[in-house]
């Protein structure tokens, strides 16, 4: 038997053990065709399927409209953040970024050397403890998208509203919380996600873009960065990340059979809510920096009376079994990532140890 403990790493994070036991006991021989996955060409029908099976789950998963289409990509959420404007900047256009911290930052970071680049909303002034809401968002005139992060992996705060720009495409960096909630296909024409939050291993990114806005990418860009070339080649335009899209497949089949997007939406409210409460019944001994109403069922962020106490928290939260509970290092404190694959029951007993903790130390 193995000895899994509750990870609350924020990525890679924990996958759910039926998707992991299904690859151990097929690693060998898949289905019978004498070798593993990974050994296959990617041109095979073993893995043919993986691949097409992995497009449809997601679509059905995420009820993708027909006018999109879905793209498995190398280089995680991180690559689109180079591609975005390089698909998409052209002479005149602005490229709107909605500032909201640290991703959304790392995002704005590649569009900074083009020309067009503009910060449209900021909440620095508040710490990046807060989302705008949709009314607080306008795109600029002649705007060529408008970026967000729609869930702040380091700063535990969450998007509540989408906002409605018009015809400007909106592009959304939603990987720490994609398959947790459905997404407004109307008011979005582009949604990407690196896998290791939600979906899988890390290296592979997941992109659900608008056809239409597919026609808008640039020519004059590298074929692979392409997200028209990538579209056009079914996501083979080279080898693809196969372990890591046989991974997300079988993540796919475990949400199907938990409920679909609906049930993983549950059971983020139930966790987040355990973690939140033990907060809130604290009388202040422990605190959520983030604005009440933008608070993150995926990433809880916490911090105790002094840095000391933090440690000794992490620490003794560690030896009890509740893994990954540090806080980023660029914001310190506490972050219990809870990602689809925590069970509920993880997310109850932290609860209960931070009710014992403060109880032994205050
Ligand atoms: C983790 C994360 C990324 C980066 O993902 P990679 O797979 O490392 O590229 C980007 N955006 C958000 C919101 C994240 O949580």
Same mark, same amino acid.
């Not at 790493?9 to 021989?29: I, R, V, W």
């Not at 900047?89 to 590649?110: F, I, N, Q, R």
């Not at 939050?197 to 990418?217: F, H, Y």
């Given at each position: 038997?193995?000895?899994?403990? +509750? ?19 097929? /690693? ?17 029908? !073993? ?69 067009? &680049? ?8 508040? =710490? !990046? ?61 582009? #949604? ?49 990340? #196969? ?11 475990? #949400? ?17 809510? +355990? ?10 001994? &422990? ?34 079994? !509740? ?16 990602? =689809? ?11 209960? /140890?931070? #009710? ?7």
């Amino acid at each position: 038997m193995t000895n899994r403990i +509750f990870n609350f790493s924020a990525g890679p994070c924990t996958l759910p053990l039926p998707a992991l036991e299904k690859a151990q006991n097929e /690693f060998l021989d898949y289905q019978c065709s004498g070798m593993s996955i990974i050994e296959q060409s990617h041109r095979g029908k !073993f893995y043919d399927e993986v691949h097409n099976t992995a497009i449809q789950n997601l679509k059905f998963l995420l009820q993708v409209p027909d006018d999109f289409s879905i793209l498995m990509l190398h280089g995680g959420a991180t690559q689109n953040f180079v591609m975005i404007p390089m698909n998409f900047a052209s002479e005149g256009k602005a490229l709107d970024y909605v500032m909201t911290g640290s991703w959304s930052k790392k995002a704005a970071a590649e569009g900074k050397s083009y020309a067009g &680049y503009k910060e449209i909303w900021t909440s620095a002034d508040k =710490n !990046f403890t807060c989302m705008p809401t949709a009314a607080q968002i306008t795109p600029s005139e002649n705007s060529a998208y408008v970026h967000f992060c729609t869930n702040e992996t380091i700063g535990g705060i969450e998007l509540q509203e989408y906002p409605d720009c018009g015809d400007v495409p909106v592009i959304m960096d939603m990987s720490s919380h994609i398959m947790s909630r459905e997404i407004p296909f109307d008011r979005v024409d582009m #949604v990407y996600a690196g896998a290791q939050k939600n979906l899988g291993p890390a290296g592979l990114g997941v992109v659900i873009i608008r056809n239409s806005l597919l026609e808008k990418c640039n020519a004059n860009i590298p074929n692979f960065m392409s997200y028209k070339v990538q579209a056009d080649n079914n996501s083979l335009y080279n080898t693809p990340p #196969v372990f890591a899209i046989y991974m997300m497949n079988n993540v796919l089949e475990w #949400v199907k059979a938990n409920g679909g997007v609906v049930g993983m939406e549950k059971l983020a409210k139930q966790r987040s809510s +355990f973690i939140y409460d033990a907060v809130d019944a604290s009388g202040g001994w &422990y605190s959520c920096p983030v604005e009440k109403t933008c608070r993150s069922r995926m990433n809880v962020v916490w911090r105790l009376p002094s840095e000391e106490l933090e440690k000794k928290f992490i620490g003794e939260a560690a030896a009890a079994g !509740f893994s990954g509970l540090k806080g980023h290092r660029s914001v310190g404190g506490c972050r219990a990532s809870m990602y =689809n694959a925590m069970p509920v029951a993880g997310a109850e007993q932290l609860a209960q /140890f931070m #009710v014992d903790f403060k109880k032994n130390n205050s």
